[in-house]
């Protein structure tokens, strides 16, 4: 069972995601709250698996309880909530370690199998979308880190086309490997350069100016 916690200042549309979440047999809502100071009480008491979080609230925004709820050990993973497509906010939201984001009015199926994709490990939410907001919102290029340098030829290669947006299925078909090589590859590219998912890779490329590889 995926234990879901919702956080949204809007009680109407925290009772929709509820019921919509509640029908799914592999999953259910642990907790909710109203706003960011709200969601840290809520995430400490029922250790959600993950969290769907507005961007905007009173008393503490999403961002904030975000940095805050991430620096937790064994933190659930966290889907930013907007009204906004490309978003500056749910750019920074990423950069802190949320594992993605999506629209409120987002499909409902698109919605329930975004929980279930993050909660998964593969964190693939919107990475072409990603993609796209950085290249909007990175204005500086950092220095490439050491530990890009560790990766094998293969691993920047597969490295390359992940930070593209490609999904594994995608990147096993061009390379001509089976998915579970691909997702291997991955695992160590993450563990090497010592981020979170693929959504957290997306995010090092740009910043790093090795998107275009």
Excluded at 81 to 95: N, S, Y
Aim: charged share 25%; net charge negative; no cysteine.
């Amino acid at each position: 069972m995926i234990r879901v916690a919702l956080v949204d200042d809007q009680s109407l549309f925290r009772a929709g995601i509820r019921m919509l979440v509640a029908s799914q047999p592999d999953l259910e809502v642990v907790g909710e709250a109203g706003d960011g100071r709200e969601a840290l009480a809520v995430v400490a008491a029922t250790r959600p698996d993950v969290v769907l979080m507005d961007i905007r609230m009173p008393v503490m925004d999403g961002l904030a309880a975000t940095a805050e709820i991430l620096t937790q050990p064994d933190p659930p993973k966290i889907v930013m909530l907007t009204t906004f497509d490309l978003d500056e906010a749910a750019a920074r939201a990423i950069r802190q370690g949320a594992s993605g984001f999506l629209l409120k009015d987002a499909d409902p199926e698109f919605l329930l199998a975004a929980i279930r994709t993050v909660h998964a490990g593969s964190s693939v939410i919107a990475a072409s979308a990603t993609r796209e907001l950085f290249a909007q919102f990175t204005e500086t290029t950092r220095p490439v880190p050491p530990a890009y340098a560790d990766l094998t030829d293969r691993e920047r290669e597969i490295f390359a086309l992940a930070a593209r947006g490609l999904s594994n299925s995608e990147i096993a078909a061009r390379e001509f490997l089976s998915e579970a090589t691909v997702k291997t590859h991955i695992s160590r590219i993450l563990t090497k350069l010592a981020l979170r998912d693929r959504v957290q890779l997306v995010v090092f490329a740009f910043e790093h100016g090795l998107a275009s590889l």
